[in-house]
């Protein structure tokens, strides 16, 4: 007698967890950095929407150690080759320091299978913290209440911008772990999630 097919929530999470995690990259790689613009010209299948993004700057302490660096450079190419040589290379310097920012920006995504943050510098095949959504537990906008797992922080704040931790489970499945990002729209990234506001 040949054996009944399991059905996909008949897999245990970790397992589902490993195939959403590559159907993630594989929908999120199919958009460029800049999502607005659509998927890519040289994806042959159109990829499903994004449910949610947003753009996060750099956090402070790398745009106070780029500005640091640049500074640096100046001083002790002044100190060296003398101040007019520092003057003539003050603007590739903060061109180059600009770059360093632009580059360090992450654009946080939710898709069909999971959430992740990409940072356009080191964008490759693959995402960071890549969690997917059938680990995600709970979601709040507010800090995280009594009881959770301490929250890594992704991104930081910025003007218009709220508060929202999302507790979900490790990629065995076995342990509780939290996360807190600044969104733009609490309630559509909840719903993004599968998960609204209470």
């Known amino acids: 007698m ?3 097919p399991r059905r996909p929530d008949e897999e245990p999470p970790a397992v589902r967890a490993a195939v959403d995690r590559e159907r993630h990259i594989s929908q ?11 998927p890519k010209r040289s994806v042959t299948v159109t990829p499903a929407p994004l449910r949610y993004w947003q753009y996060n700057l750099v956090s402070p302490g790398v745009a106070l150690a780029t500005v640091a660096a640049v500074v640096v450079w100046l001083l002790a190419l002044g100190l060296i080759s003398g101040w007019p040589a520092a003057r003539q290379e003050a603007p590739l310097a903060v061109v180059l320091g600009l770059l360093v920012l632009v580059l360090a ?7 069909d299978h999971a ?6 510098g080191l964008r490759q095949t693959s995402s960071f913290g890549v969690v997917p959504l059938v680990l995600v537990e709970d979601v709040v906008a507010a800090r995280a209440p009594a009881g959770w797992p301490r929250a890594k922080r992704r991104g930081g704040w910025w003007p218009g911008r709220r508060r ?13 772990r939290a996360f807190t990002v600044w969104v733009r729209d ?6 993004a999630l599968g998960h609204p506001l209470a």
Do not use: C, K, M, W
Not at 105 to 111: E, G, L
Not at 115 to 120: E, L, M, Q, R, Y
């Open 186 to 191: 609490p309630e559509a990234f909840a719903d």
């Open 105 to 111: 920006t992450s654009r946080f995504t939710v898709s």
């Open 115 to 120: 959430v992740s943050t990409d940072i356009a």
């Open 28 to 38: 999120v790689t199919s958009y460029g950095f800049l999502a607005r613009r659509g």
């Open 2 to 4: 040949a054996r009944r």
């Open 164 to 176: 929202v931790v999302v507790r979900h489970l490790s990629a065995d499945g076995a342990a509780g």
